[in-house]
């Protein structure tokens, strides 16, 4: 059965810095990128940021979290990361991990992220 799972999100104030997780099973995580987006309330969803499969390369960044948010991966673990630092009033949302390999794709539940003082 496939799994993502996040996890970390919560309450946080304005400056603060909040680290996500999304733990993979049910499946070859080492073989599929990693995306995550989020979903403010009342707005689209949005990608935030991506990895490849083996983390190597370039990694994507939208510009709105560029410099503040960082994605990483731990293949021993099955587990994808999203380091986020100053975090702002507009970075509330619910924050979705994807796994993505050619046409199959596997999205998470989701984990909320509220930043208010």
């Known amino acids: 059965q496939v799994q993502l799972v996040e996890s970390g999100g919560g309450l946080v104030q304005p400056g603060e810095a909040l680290t996500l997780s999304c733990a993979a099973s049910?499946?070859?995580?080492?073989?599929?990128?990693i995306q995550w987006h989020r979903q403010p309330p009342g707005k689209e969803r949005e990608l935030v940021a991506g990895?490849?499969?083996?983390?190597?390369?370039?990694?994507l960044y939208a510009d709105s979290v560029k410099g503040r948010f960082t994605i990483s991966r731990d293949n021993s673990k099955n587990t994808a990361f999203l380091q986020m630092t100053s975090l702002k009033a507009e970075d509330t949302a619910v924050y979705y991990c994807?796994?993505?390999?050619?046409?199959?794709?596997?999205w998470g539940q989701g984990t909320q992220v509220t930043v208010s003082a």
């Open positions: 994807k796994a993505i390999m050619g046409r199959s794709a596997y």
């Open positions: 990895i490849s499969s083996n983390g190597n390369g370039n990694n």
């Open positions: 049910g499946f070859t995580f080492n073989t599929y990128a």
